[in-house]
């Protein structure tokens, strides 16, 4: 036991001193970089003091403030223009819409009015259709009535059929035509005067 004890403190001694020496050495490495940094510190200060004392350091700061006065000007310009673009697509997107709208409005009028003249046509050719068919039913009505006159002068039977020149002394020496260029047939007294136009004919009213 006597023989232990010393060799133990020394242990705890050679611990301590290694302790203490490695401890040192991180401590004078430490005091050897704030040492660098101070003496890095001192230089600068050296320089900005130099940079003070040259005649041109005040027009400098002052280039470079208006040089950052500028750029911020810059910025900001630069922002509303960006502002300005946006709005501007917008109204771009709007006009756009509202041009395709109106197109498709004047496209819808177009076709109303293109089908309103198609009707109107339509009508049109209806209503002088119609107005064919009556002045043929007219002129049809007229030979009737200069045969019937020929028979009644001539003294006729029923049956008779009278030749054109025999009816146009009683139809002002001319024989009406169809309008649709149709021909006419006289046929016999008691049978109506007829059309070749399909629809033609006295029985239509």
């Known amino acids: 036991m006597k023989f232990v004890i010393p060799w133990v403190l020394v242990g705890a001694l050679l611990a ?9 050495r991180q401590r004078d490495t430490e005091i050897e970089r704030l040492k660098a940094e101070n003496a890095e510190i001192t230089a600068l200060r050296a320089e900005i003091e130099e940079l003070k004392k040259r005649p041109d350091f005040s027009a400098e700061v002052a280039r470079l403030r208006k040089d950052n006065e500028d750029l911020l000007r810059l910025r900001n ?4 223009l960006r502002d300005q673009s946006k709005q501007l697509g917008t109204q771009l997107q709007t006009a756009q819409a509202q041009r395709d709208q109106i197109q498709a409005q004047q496209q819808q009028a177009a076709q109303a009015a293109a089908d309103a003249e198609a009707q109107r046509a339509q009508l049109l ?6 107005a064919q068919i009556f002045q ?6 007229q030979i009737e009535g200069a045969k019937e006159q020929w028979a009644l002068q001539n003294g006729k039977p029923p049956g008779s059929v009278p030749t054109t020149a025999d009816i146009l002394p009683f139809l002002n020496g001319k024989l009406p035509g169809c309008p649709n260029g149709g021909t006419y047939t006289l046929n016999a007294i008691g ?4 059309c070749s136009v399909a629809g033609h004919g006295l029985a239509v009213q």
């Not at 049978?191 to 007829?194: G, R, V």
């Open 16 to 24: 301590g001193g290694g302790y203490l020496f490695v401890n040192g």
């Open 77 to 80: 310009e630069v922002k509303q």
């Open 125 to 130: 050719q209806k209503s002088a259709e119609k």
């Open 136 to 141: 043929c039913i007219n002129n049809l009505r």
């Open 191 to 194: 049978k109506p005067a007829t």
